[in-house]
């Protein structure tokens, strides 16, 4: 979402998430990957979600860890 969002919000540049097959991460960078969750949770995008077996390894910790620290790394993470 961070890299992802303000393409999808400009006019000449909207996307229909839900004509995409794919989406691919290509690696772990947080600019990366911390689209997946809005991309498929909060859009049309119905596709598939594909990366490498590095970058799935680590992804929930990564995403999980951003949560933790963007709420002051205290409270719930993922809505629990
Ligand atoms: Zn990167």
């Not at 909060?42 to 860890?65: C, E, N, Q, W, Y």
């Amino acid at each position: 979402m961070l890299a992802l969002q303000p393409l999808l919000t400009r006019p000449a540049l909207q996307v229909d998430l839900a004509e995409v097959d794919v989406m691919l991460v290509t690696h772990f960078h947080l600019d990366h990957c911390a689209a997946v969750p809005y991309v498929t949770g909060h859009t049309s995008f119905r596709g598939r979600v594909l990366m490498t077996h590095p970058t799935k390894a680590i992804v929930h910790t990564l995403l999980r860890d951003f949560v933790k620290v963007s709420r002051g790394g205290t409270g719930a993470v993922w809505g629990r």
